[in-house]
């Protein structure tokens, strides 16, 4: 017998918390959306006023449940602060998502010791501060999703991955750790990895048509990647539906990793 409520238990995320980082822009700011009309209510986190505000503004003209702070990522003192201010808007969150990056790239001989410590600070170290805070709760509730935006640079040399890919690698051993540590307690940590998207963190590879036509031929499906394209995969990880896969890499890249 069908069941009109079966899809809403498996996907529904009415009652849940989320905390985005890097929730005003790009893919980032696509899953915030995603989750917040499934129901959860989302604290977006970025450093932009103006975007965040923008951001909610767009959530909550559709009734959904939205807030934003305003953080430094780069930063240690910054994390931690933007953690404490994130949980006090709705409560502790159920789910994590990390979308929070910077991609310098300049050629491997001339990466600094500045480039460096930057990208890891961001990319890096701001997902393992936050899952430090957050995954410990969620793991004495009994549920959890925490969920990482990587790169096809955590797999591949592509595109001067330089130092921007050693971080994105280095987040998918994080999201492993992460879940051999919590999900036997109902917390499950995965990463989402995009092919080429179009949203500002590629601007430099946007503004070259060739590259862009390029990178789409070599998909499956003959384009490039958008933010909304992130939605459904975000949404399906943050609920029910996905309690038993943990610790993985799902690839949302048209089929560029396999073709």
Not at 70 to 92: I, K, N, P, Y
Not at 199 to 211: C, E, G, I, V, W
């Amino acid at each position: 017998m069908r069941s009109p409520s079966y899809l809403s238990e498996l996907f529904s995320l009415d009652g849940r918390v989320a905390v985005v980082t890097g929730g005003s822009s790009g893919i980032g700011r696509a899953i915030a959306a995603a989750l917040a009309q499934a129901g959860a209510s989302v604290v977006v986190v970025a450093r932009k006023e103006a975007e965040l505000a923008a951001t909610v503004d767009a959530l909550t003209a559709k009734e959904c449940r939205a807030a934003w702070v305003s953080a430094d990522l780069s930063t240690r003192d910054g994390v931690r602060a933007a953690a404490e201010q994130a949980s006090a808007v709705f409560g502790e969150p159920d789910i994590l998502v990390n979308s929070a990056g910077i991609n310098l790239r300049p050629p491997m001989g001339e990466i600094g010791d500045s480039v460096w410590d930057a990208t890891m600070a961001v990319n890096l170290e701001a997902p393992f501060l936050l899952g430090q805070r957050f995954g410990p709760g969620m793991a004495e509730r009994g549920f959890g999703r925490i969920i990482h935006i990587t790169s096809q640079q955590a797999h591949r040399a592509f595109v001067q991955s330089g130092a921007y890919g050693v971080s994105k690698g280095a987040l998918e051993s994080l999201a492993r750790s992460q879940a051999e540590a919590w999900s036997p307690y109902g917390v499950t940590c995965n990463t989402l990895v995009p092919g080429f998207v179009m949203t500002p963190l590629n601007a430099r590879l946007s503004s070259d048509p060739h590259k862009v036509a390029e990178l789409a031929a070599r998909t499956m499906m003959g384009r490039n990647g958008l933010a909304e394209d992130f939605a459904g995969a975000a949404v399906f990880l943050a609920g029910r539906a996905s309690a038993y896969i943990t610790g993985q890499a799902i690839f949302v890249d048209g089929g560029l990793s396999v073709h």
